[in-house]
């Protein structure tokens, strides 16, 4: 018994060592995607003369988005961090589940507004919950005028997050919110 103690610290001791040498090399190759993201922008193509062509990739510059009958100006800096499941925006098929994902085709309304459900789905808000959702993705994001929308959101940046995309921005606007908010399943 005495020998299998001593064994069982000895592998914890290699089992943290092969742990720590993971995340060193997991943080390394985070960092390599981070740099080789950011010169993403340029897509480099070969034409008949084997000459490399640089060209633009399209990057949403402007959040114009026509829900409904109605226009938002999404702020660029969360435009890219958010799912479709239709439109030249789209980025996920419906089929995923994804709750946070906003489909065009839903209605939008002005209206009495009234405060989500515990765990929201876009697909499941009401028109007027729509409009208030969108109209706060056109914000700076200071004010959260219900905590159902900011679980929305975070639904986005945790999927980022889990497909290794987006980590700083998603990271950013975290922080932000909980910066914001006093709730322990949001924290």
Request: glycine share 6%; aromatic share 10%; net charge negative.
């Amino acid at each position: 018994m005495i020998l299998c103690l001593a064994n069982i610290h000895i592998t914890l001791g290699i089992l943290a060592v092969c742990g720590i040498v993971w995340l060193i090399v997991r943080l390394f190759k985070k960092h390599d995607k981070i740099n080789s993201s950011n010169a993403g922008n340029v897509d480099q193509s070969v034409d008949s003369t084997d000459t490399p062509k640089t060209t633009a990739k399209p990057v949403v510059h402007e959040g114009n988005l026509v829900a409904g009958n109605k226009s938002y100006n999404i702020n660029p800096k969360i435009l890219p961090l958010l799912y479709f499941t239709d439109s030249q925006l789209k980025n996920i098929d419906s089929e995923v589940g994804e709750p946070s994902a906003i489909s065009i085709n839903f209605p939008v309304a002005e209206g009495q507004f009234q405060k989500l459900s515990y765990y929201p789905s876009y697909s499941g808000l009401t028109s007027e919950q729509r409009n208030g959702f969108l109209t706060w993705l056109t914000t700076d994001l200071s004010n959260v005028p219900d905590i159902g929308f900011a679980f929305l959101l975070l639904y986005c940046l945790e999927r980022h997050i889990l497909h290794d995309e987006y980590l700083e921005e998603s990271l950013k606007i975290i922080s932000k919110l909980q910066g914001q908010i006093s709730n322990g399943s949001f924290d």
